[in-house]
């Protein structure tokens, strides 16, 4: 899990007045079903050459099924105007990683909309504190949606290196459009406009160049694929209110228009929500799929980023009892099936997600989920490799669990 922060002092900002003016844009058995379930109409997975493997690249046979997935995080901006507030609550970010140090956190420093015109001996001795728990500390940027010059920002991202040490940077008003125009006009689709992807990669080009390991940026809207690695990673969701965990569900799904951030590592995307009046630990396990970095709290208003959210410590602890369990299919001889099988996993909650062998799910540890395997043409289930012969069964899993589904093949008859 990726926790990360963003710390302010002296100015009050909101991602959603800065981000996008297009926004509108080993486990343990618990019980066995006895009933078969019926064959599936669902077709084995076989990769095409038209498909995007996660990272950029293409899907290949190799490169297809399960897919080791980082940890999911949190973003968290922390625009706290009082010094004294501010490091009461870089306080309670440590503790947390002590508590979790399995988590990594990155924090995100903001002196002055930027690295400020002076030295901040107290942010400095904040970062100083926060590496030495282990935790990696960047600078916020901002890019004036892809009109800021580059030399001006390279200037601001030396300047937080020199001062302050970080290791990254935040660059903020991402655009989520392709092109500007050479006067800068917005969406722009004629000739000899600029390529914003471009320019993100080139501040990414140069951070790296001076030593800094992580380049984040924040767009607020879902952006178009060429985006993608331009930045280590992209805000792609920012609203009162929470993504919706449907595929369909248009430009407020988190997986993207039509679900297309599924062909990607999560870790390319983050998002933030405010004015959530309650955590849900259902909806976070379903969004942490999604998301390499999430941010969720109650404040409201035009600063609801002004205090740490009281869900911090919470969010932090469910994300450190995610454990991943890999579903994988073969024949009884133990060689794997030709074409990956369709299985579905049920959360305590009732939520299904399904996908085709091999397949990795997320669960909570010590939670209750359910899990079949489907039967399709000549392949028909027999049994599990922990022993159970049903094709539905409960697991509890304490820890990273790995289950396989055996199949006896029997061809059509002639």
């Known amino acids: 899990m990726v926790i990360a922060i963003i710390v302010s002092s002296g100015i009050a900002f909101s991602f959603s007045s800065l981000a996008s003016p297009a926004t509108s844009a080993s486990s343990s058995l618990a019980t066995d079903h006895s009933p078969e379930i019926p064959y599936s109409t669902t077709t084995p997975y076989s990769p095409s050459s038209t498909d995007y493997a996660p990272f950029g690249g293409k899907i290949t046979a190799a490169t297809s099924g399960a ?212 955590l849900d630990p259902a909806y976070l396990l379903g969004v942490s799929n999604y998301v390499g970095y999430l941010y969720i709290t109650n404040g409201t208003g035009t600063a609801p980023y002004n205090t740490l959210s009281p869900y911090f410590d919470q969010i932090i602890s469910l994300l450190a009892s995610i454990v991943p369990v890999t579903i994988q299919s073969a024949t009884l001889n133990g060689v794997s099936t030709s074409g990956g099988l369709w299985v579905t996993v049920t959360q305590p909650d009732g939520s299904s997600s399904s996908g085709y062998t091999p397949s990795a799910f997320d669960a909570y540890a010590a939670s209750t989920v359910t899990i079949s395997a489907d039967n399709y043409g000549g392949y028909v289930f027999d049994h599990w490799s922990d022993g159970s012969t049903h094709a539905v069964i409960e697991v509890t899993p304490a820890q990273a669990t790995t289950l396989v589904a055996f199949y006896r093949y029997v061809p059509a008859s002639a």
Do not use: C
């Open 67 to 278: 897919l080791m997935q980082p940890g999911t995080g949190v973003i968290v901006p922390l625009f706290t105007e009082s010094s004294s507030a501010r490091l009461s609550e870089v306080n309670e970010i440590v503790q947390a990683k002590l508590a979790h140090p399995a988590v990594p956190i990155v924090v995100v420093i903001n002196p002055e909309g930027g690295p400020g015109i002076s030295y901040d001996p107290n942010i400095a001795t904040e970062v100083k504190d926060m590496q030495a728990a282990g935790i990696s500390v960047i600078g916020y940027v901002p890019t004036n949606w892809g009109e800021r010059g580059i030399p001006s920002i390279e200037s601001d991202m030396l300047i937080y290196l020199n001062w302050y040490g970080v290791t990254g940077i935040y660059l903020d008003q991402m655009p989520n459009w392709n092109y500007n125009s050479p006067s800068g006009t917005w969406y722009y689709g004629g000739p000899n406009g600029e390529f914003i992807p471009a320019y993100f990669a080139t501040l990414s080009q140069y951070g790296k160049s001076i030593g800094m390991t992580q380049v984040v940026a924040n767009s607020g809207a879902d952006v178009p694929t060429d985006f993608i690695g331009s930045v280590n990673t992209i805000g792609i969701f920012e609203n009162a209110y929470l993504p919706s965990l449907s595929l369909s569900a248009g430009w407020t799904s988190i997986a993207g228009l039509g679900g297309w951030h599924a062909s990607y590592s999560k870790s390319n995307f983050m998002f933030f929500s405010y004015a959530i009046p309650s």
